[in-house]
DNA sequence: CCTTTATTTAACAATAATGTTAAACAATGG
DNA sequence: CCATTGTTTAACATTATTGTTAAATAAAGG
């Protein structure tokens, strides 16, 4: 898969977007900080991490007996680039023929 | 599930992500346009329509016999949106925590 | 060394996602 | 009306995802 899709794909579950949240809150945190307050195994949380970062969303390095999780910029930069690419599509909410749909579809039938 | 993660969700799979590339670039088409080319049955599209469509990244309106399928605005706007929101994470890619890892990473261990 | 702490991997069960074919619907044109 | 065209829904099989617990690994401390 490449990487945009990855990346889409590892943001769309729940728990792991609110642990990339909490990274750009919070910048570095050990796995155990990841874990807690999340009602969910630690094993499941080093999974979600696992994804993360093959997605290109986090990084690991290690320190001691643990591991010190941050936001990457790599995956992050494949959505801005592609957002930003199609940045006509959101911009100008305005046009013509989106306005024609919705109004065809909020017609009381 | 909230709007943002259903955006990405939808666009996590290739197909649905080409299919909306394809309307991003062709404007409206009828669903049998979106079937052909993709080697897949149209039930198949179809249902991909209809998970785009619950996202808020396609719309569409009835022409006769056929489904006119076209770009809709929210669920893009979702993501630019929070895309923009963290600008930081992806602009200024030479932020300090995230070079120390990657070179420490690229050491020959 | 041996135990404890921190985290990951393995094995497995439950659920969700995705494709297939067949049937259903709706508009169109004889 | 009836057959055709365009598209969706239903039923089903296959594969992927996600959580669980138990076992494995690795550093740290006594």
Redesign the pocket.
Same mark, same amino acid.
């Given at each position: 898969m490449n990487t945009l899709l990855t990346a889409f %794909?590892a943001l %769309?579950?729940?728990?792991?977007f609110s642990i990339v949240e909490q990274l750009m809150q919070d910048g570095e945190l050990?796995?155990?900080? /990841?874990?807690e307050g999340r009602?969910? !195994?630690?094993?499941?949380? %080093?999974?979600? /991490?696992?994804?993360l970062r093959a997605a290109g969303l986090v990084q @690991?390095r290690?320190?001691? !007996? @643990?591991?010190?999780?941050s936001i990457q910029t790599a995956g992050l930069r494949a959505i801005a680039e592609w957002t930003i690419s199609k940045r006509q599509f959101w911009e100008n909410s305005l046009d013509r023929l989106n306005d024609l749909i919705e109004r065809e579809n909020s017609w009381p039938n």
């Open positions: %794909s %769309s579950d729940a728990t792991r050990p796995a155990g900080d /990841l874990i009602g969910m !195994s630690g094993a499941a949380i %080093s999974r979600h /991490l696992k994804v @690991q290690v320190q001691g !007996s @643990q591991r010190m999780y």
